[in-house]
């Protein structure tokens, strides 16, 4: 027998022991989460019960993997604009749970004797909130829709970037073992240089090439490729000195602004989990028993601490932000747990080499028990409201009530405010583009000229030709572009724009800001006898001869960057025009075939139906029930008159010509998954059929939807009507409640509904 590596022993201990208790976890309705860490402790080396992992060091890069999936799923799921929607109350919340909560935290690790890098990393463990937990907590509460839930997501957005951010902070101090203020200063422009770059190259180059190759992406090259950019983007962050999550996040959150978006999140979702998996699990390896018993005072003031400080933080951080007392107090409720960041950044932590290996278990103990807390902290936080307004003074509550109505009613920025912003806009992008433009012949096209040009007067004169050619449109915008403003008003203010001191003095920056850059750009690539030379009056005649020529070419890059940002939501707009579009056709051609008792439906397809992929010659439908496909709509296009090569594939969207019974017959193949085996048997048209029957007293389906009864599975049949106090509902949806003494009808093989009511005699009478 072959010798196998350790490695692939060590993978099936863990997704078999990993897959048993995540069903227990599902059966017991808990977080994946604590399943995994759970499973890692199984296949540990503190657990004797259960073989032990022993290829630690590939497991080890597996979970590295793992973290830089669940970064880069993260990013998928977040976006620039989305920020920018979120809003002053979820920022002004979050800013001020994280600020205080992690101060609150350091302090905490120095009272408790630890070292400072242990109290920092534990502020970095307690800055955000667990995203799965509160969905969980609120789809069980049914509180989705509420108001102060909707700031709690923002919150939740917030907080990832902020956590992020914070990790790539964490790095630099535990790397440098100091907290010297010009290092991180230092850190935090260059992270937001390089984050403002990455954004405007990867939306002006991404989208393009999406576009351009999109005839050629089947799932496989999408796969491919979507993962290559996050290695590859994780590569580049990491030689620039960032973390590789850092760049995981980034080029996720770059992708997640393209029309792949949704394609690439739905196929790297097993990869995620595959490593996500092993990621968590290698946490629960480190859990120590042990360590948890004797750090259990530790777990219980962290606990404490994190159950009143993120409640107390994040409820004054939306007071502040202008929210309502009451949903202040909600807010606070939601956000009182800690989430899986926690172990990313205990693991950066380890990784480096700076934190104590005990800081795990805390972390463990600490998300157990408050996980099993925030269901209760939210269901109950409208009884803590009451009791907070009894303790509170009168006056106090008038005071916030009023505060929170004034906040409501400040009306948008002022123009002014909207012309510094404007200037703001043009100033930074630009010189950021610039500034990567000096980096990129600094550290490439130099040291390659060096090489190629022995002399040093050609040298010079291609570089500042070609410098000054790639930089000029980018000064032009600096020095010259107008600040463009849609207000109404705003041609009045135009003048003041220009003449008023304001106006003269905003000018005088972004020239002064101009001729810096100029002197910064010129100083960077050559000596200052040819920048005198050469590159000035080079830079002078671009930007004065060809300033209409400068202007067109910034023009298209900028409209092609807008383009390319606003290409989603022009996509799904035209979706939704084209799906009132049919939506019309349809009511058009069922006016028309009433006399034919025919109309077109739109039925739609899910991830389990067992003909995913099938052909429409394979399916044979137009013999079989006499319809007709009259198109496929997709989620990027649709495909009008299918031939019988075209597939249906899950979530689609099918449109069916038939009549009233032949359709109601056809909706059942879209009710039928692949885990039924009744339907793989060919089916004679000349067996299906209507049968009637009526619910005899209290049997078990009765007081139930239709979904929820289990109807359609034992009659292996689709309800198409039902009769009640003289009344009848054609179609009853899924969620229609059947009661006892209906008179239902049923379509389907009525070989079958008959074998079936035999069985159930005591639930049915055949009428």
């Excluded at 970095?124 to 995203?131: D, E, I, K, Q, V």
């Excluded at 090439?209 to 490729?225: A, G, H, P, S």
């Amino acid at each position: 027998m072959a010798h196998l590596p350790e490695l692939i022993q060590d993978m099936a201990l863990i997704l078999l022991v990993g897959a048993l208790v995540t069903i227990l976890f599902k059966r017991i309705k808990q977080p994946l989460v604590l399943g995994y860490i759970i499973a890692g402790f199984l296949v540990g080396p503190h657990f004797s019960f259960l073989p032990t992992i022993v290829d630690h060091d590939n497991i080890e890069t597996f979970a590295h993997i793992g973290v830089i999936m669940l970064l880069f799923s993260l990013g998928l799921e977040f976006s620039f604009k989305k920020l920018m929607k979120v809003g002053g109350p979820a920022s002004i919340t979050a800013f001020t749970e994280i600020i205080f909560v992690g101060l609150a935290g350091y302090l905490t690790g120095y009272l408790l004797g630890w070292n400072q890098m242990d109290s920092l990393f534990l502020a970095g463990m307690l800055a955000s909130s667990s995203t799965t937990i509160i969905l969980r907590a609120f789809d069980e509460l049914g509180l989705k829709s509420k108001q102060f839930a909707k700031v709690v997501f923002g919150v939740l957005v917030v907080e990832d970037i902020i956590v992020i951010l914070l990790m790539v902070l964490l790095s630099t101090v535990a790397v440098a073992q100091n907290f010297q203020g010009l290092e991180i200063i230092f850190t935090v422009l260059k992270l937001g240089f390089f984050l403002v770059l990455w954004f405007l190259v990867g939306i002006y180059l991404l989208p393009a090439f999406i576009r351009r190759t999109k005839e050629w992406m089947d799932d496989e090259t999408v796969l491919i490729l979507s993962i290559g950019l996050c290695f590859g983007m994780v590569l580049f962050a990491t030689q620039v000195g960032f973390s590789a999550e850092l760049g995981a996040f980034v080029m996720g959150s770059l992708i997640a602004e393209t029309v792949l978006a949704e394609k690439i999140e739905h196929l790297t979702q097993p990869i995620k989990q595959l490593f996500g998996t092993i990621f968590f699990v290698s946490v629960g390896m480190m859990i120590d028993p042990q360590a948890m018993y004797t750090y259990a005072v530790p777990i219980f003031f962290i606990t404490m601490l994190t159950l009143t400080g993120k409640f107390f933080f994040s409820a004054l951080g939306a007071l502040m932000s202008g929210q309502p007392l009451k949903q202040a107090v909600q807010i606070g409720s939601s956000m009182a747990q800690i989430g899986e960041f926690a172990f990313i950044v205990a693991a950066l932590g380890l990784s480096l080499g700076v934190i104590s290996e005990f800081l795990f278990p805390i972390a463990v103990g600490v998300s157990a028990v408050t996980t099993f807390t925030t269901p209760y902290l939210i269901k109950f936080s409208e009884p803590i409201y009451n009791g907070i307004v009894k303790i509170l003074p009168a006056k106090w509550i008038v005071r916030l009530d009023a505060y929170a109505s004034e906040t409501q009613k400040i009306k948008n920025d002022s123009l002014w405010k909207k012309i510094l912003r404007e200037y703001y806009r043009i100033l930074a992008t630009n010189s950021i583009i610039l500034i990567a433009i000096v980096l990129l012949f600094k550290y490439t096209f130099i040291p390659f000229l060096s090489i190629q040009l022995e002399s040093a007067l050609w040298r010079n004169v291609i570089l500042i030709s070609s410098a000054a050619l790639l930089a000029s449109p980018f000064l032009w915008a600096i020095l010259i572009k107008k600040v463009n403003l849609k207000e109404d008003d705003a041609t009045g203010n135009l003048y003041y724009l220009n003449y008023s001191l304001t106006g003269i003095s905003l000018n005088a920056i972004r020239y002064l800001l101009g001729i810096f850059l100029i002197g910064f750009f010129i100083d960077q690539i050559t000596t200052t006898r040819y920048a005198l030379m050469t590159a000035v009056p080079i830079i002078v005649v671009l930007l004065w001869f060809f300033s209409d020529k400068v202007q067109k070419v910034y023009q298209r890059i900028e409209l092609q960057f807008i383009s390319n940002l606003n290409e989603r939501e022009r996509l799904e707009y035209i979706k939704n025009t084209v799906s009132r579009e049919l939506r019309q056709k349809n009511e058009e051609t069922k006016k028309q075939l009433q006399e034919w008792n025919a109309y077109v439906t739109e039925l739609e397809t899910d991830d389990k139906i067992f003909f995913a992929g099938m052909t429409l010659h394979e399916l044979n439908w137009k013999n079989k029930y006499g319809i007709n496909i009259v198109y496929i709509r997709r989620s990027d296009r649709t495909i009008h008159q299918p031939n019988g090569e075209q597939r249906i594939l899950p979530f689609d969207k099918v449109g069916v010509l038939g009549t009233e019974e032949q359709i109601t017959q056809v909706k059942i193949l879209f009710e039928q998954t692949n885990q039924q085996d009744n339907y793989e048997e060919d089916i004679d048209i000349n067996d299906i059929g209507l049968v009637k029957a009526q619910l005899v007293g209290a049997n078990p389906y009765t007081n139930k939807t239709i979904k929820d009864s289990g109807i359609r599975k034992d009659l292996h049949s689709h309800v198409v009507g039902i009769e009640r106090n003289g009344g009848r509902i054609l179609n009853p949806s899924s969620s229609e409640v059947l009661l006892a003494d209906d008179i239902i009808w049923v379509v389907g093989d009525t070989n079958k509904i008959k074998l079936c009511l035999d069985k159930y005699v005591e639930d049915f009478v055949l009428v």
